[in-house]
T-cell receptor, first 113, second 111 residues
C-alpha cells in the first residue's frame, strides 16, 4: 500500500527557533494536508495544499506541495511553547473510486521555554 | 469547518464486552470515517460510512468486529465488539466537510 515517510520522528528545540519537517512518498498525491494533535485530542487541520508547487502560510506556519506531487514540507517559525504536539502529514489519493487519506507516522515536537 | 463531538470521551471495558461510540456533527455531511490510533502510533482508517449505504471496511477490519451505523447525515456509531486488550486505542470519527476534520476521539482501555 501507499506509505508516507515523515521526518524527523521527534524534535527538541528552544523557544524562538524555527522548525522544519517533511513527508515523502513514492506515490503521487493530489492533496497534502498537515494536522497537529495535542495530547488527549483529535488532530486539528493546519494547512491544506491542492496544487503542485503551492506554497501556503497560516500565521507562523508555512507548507509547500512538492513539484513532483510526492512530497511536502511544513515550517514553523519562531516556535512558542504551545507549538508542542505531534504533527502529521496526510496525502489524499483515489483508490477504487473513493478518496482516502494516507497518514505519516508523525513528528513529535517539544519546545523548551 | 465542522464541529464534531464523540461519546464517550473515554472508557475502561472488560474483555469480551462491546462498546458503542457515538459521533455527532453540527452539519450534514455525506462522508464520515472511523479511524483507530494505537498508543504512540499514526491513524489507521477502519471504514468509510456513507448515509444510505453499507460501510466500506479497510483491509484488516471486518463488520462483525466493528459494526457501523449511519442513520442520517449528522450521526454515526462504531461498535467495538468482543473486545480484547489489543483493541485498546483511540477511536476517532472524521468527516469530509470541504476538507477532512476529526472529532476529539474516544480513548478505550480494555482490561
Amino acid at each position: 500500500g501507499q506509505q508516507l515517510n515523515q521526518s524527523p520522528q521527534s524534535m527538541f528545540i528552544q523557544e524562538g527557533e524555527d522548525v522544519s519537517m517533511n513527508c515523502t512518498s513514492s506515490s503521487i498525491f493530489n492533496t497534502w494536508l498537515w494536522y497537529k494533535q495535542d495530547p488527549g485530542e483529535g488532530p486539528v487541520l493546519l494547512i491544506a495544499l491542492y496544487k503542485a508547487g503551492e506554497l501556503t502560510s497560516n500565521g507562523r506556519l508555512t507548507a509547500q506541495f512538492g513539484i513532483t506531487r510526492k512530497d511536502s514540507f511544513l515550517n514553523i517559525s519562531a516556535s512558542i511553547p504551545s507549538d508542542v504536539g505531534i504533527y502529521f502529514c496526510a496525502g489524499r489519493t483515489t483508490q477504487g473510486g473513493s478518496e482516502k487519506l494516507v497518514f505519516g507516522k508523525g513528528t513529535k515536537l517539544t519546545v523548551n521555554p | 469547518s465542522a464541529v464534531i463531538s464523540q461519546k464517550p470521551s473515554r472508557d475502561i471495558c472488560q474483555r469480551g464486552t462491546s462498546l458503542t461510540i457515538q459521533c455527532q456533527v453540527d452539519s450534514q455531511v455525506t462522508m464520515m470515517f472511523w479511524y483507530r490510533q494505537q498508543p504512540g502510533q499514526s491513524l489507521t482508517l477502519i471504514a468509510t460510512a456513507n448515509q444510505g449505504s453499507e460501510a466500506t471496511y479497510e483491509s484488516g477490519f471486518v463488520i462483525d468486529k466493528f459494526p457501523i451505523s449511519r442513520p442520517n447525515l449528522t450521526f454515526s456509531t462504531l461498535t467495538v465488539s468482543n473486545m480484547s486488550p489489543e483493541d485498546s486505542s483511540i477511536y476517532l470519527c472524521s468527516v469530509l466537510s470541504y476538507e477532512q476534520y476529526f472529532g476529539p476521539g474516544t480513548r478505550l482501555t480494555v482490561t
